[in-house]
Nanobody, 120 residues
Framework: QLQASGGGLVQTGGSLRLSCAASGRTSLIYVVGWFRQAPGKERAFVALVTWNGGSTFYADSVKGRFTISRDNANNTVYLQMNSLKPEDTALYYC???????????????WGQGTLVTVSS
């Protein structure tokens, strides 16, 4: 089970940190990813981190502004979002997968979304 939190309203240029807490059979998790879905758009990949090795991968649209990290001791993955832009406004979801990938279909378990709104 995944629980996402940390969304909110922020001004352009501001920062937010999202959290994704994992519970249950965390030994089956290989990758945790963040996706986002803006109104009227498809759910899109944002970033991923491998659970054990800590390797990361980012969508071009967030590279250099967002940082994904994990805290294995607390079974939590974070998404630090800096220099936020209005186009970052979306419902953000975390999800787990058993393989490295950026396609929605590759992820097995999804948390509920947390809303991020960036005002201009």
């Amino acid at each position: 089970q995944l629980q996402a939190s940390g969304g909110g309203l922020v001004q352009t240029g501001g920062s937010l940190r999202l959290s994704c807490a994992a519970s249950g059979r965390t030994s089956l998790i290989y990758v945790v990813g963040w996706f986002r879905q803006a109104p009227g758009k498809e759910r899109a990949f944002v970033a991923l981190v491998t659970w054990n090795g800590g390797s990361t991968f980012y969508a071009d649209s967030v590279k250099g502004r967002f940082t994904i990290s994990r805290d294995n001791a607390n079974n939590t993955v974070y998404l630090q979002m800096n220099s936020l832009k209005p186009e970052d406004t979306a419902l953000y979801y975390c999800a787990s997968a058993r393989t490295v990938g950026h396609m929605r279909r590759e992820y097995d378990y999804w948390g509920q979304g947390t809303l991020v709104t960036v005002s201009s």
